[in-house]
């Protein structure tokens, strides 16, 4: 399994941005797809986005598309998800996720490939 904790969470206006990191342990994230998902308050968790093993290819929520860019170095085993433009719709507890993608579906690999969460709060 892979550990993966997640960091850069916080409380950041409307408009404003915010960049998460996940560092990962364990084993090279280099063997996996890699996610980002996040869970508003009374709400499911939801896919935000997912990069291919090598980033040649992300699929973006479209909420989120021309705001969140992800970003991934297999090299220091970290996935970086910056988000700008930030609304209050997007206050959120955000996972981070390693899995795999075919096409553009995610495959979730359970809790042992999940992070514990990073809170980001957007006020209006």
């Known amino acids: 399994q892979v550990q993966l904790v997640e960091s850069g969470g916080g409380l950041v206006q409307a408009g404003g941005s915010l960049t998460l990191s996940c560092a990962a342990s364990?084993?090279?994230?280099?063997?996996?797809?890699m996610g980002w998902f996040r869970q508003p308050p009374e709400k499911e968790r939801e896919f935000v986005v997912g990069?291919?093993?090598?980033?040649?290819?992300?699929y973006y929520k479209d909420s989120v598309k021309g705001r969140f860019t992800v970003s991934r170095d297999n090299v220091k085993n970290t996935v970086t998800l910056q988000m700008n433009s930030l609304k209050p719709e997007d206050t959120a507890i955000y996972y981070c996720?390693?899995?795999?993608?075919?096409?553009?579906?995610?495959?979730?690999?359970?809790?042992?490939?999940r992070g514990q969460g990073t809170q980001v709060t957007v006020s209006s």
């Open positions: 364990g084993r090279t994230i280099s063997n996996y797809a």
């Open positions: 990069i291919s093993w090598n980033g040649s290819n992300t």
């Open positions: 996720s390693a899995g795999i993608l075919y096409g553009r579906s995610w495959y979730d690999l359970g809790d042992d490939y």
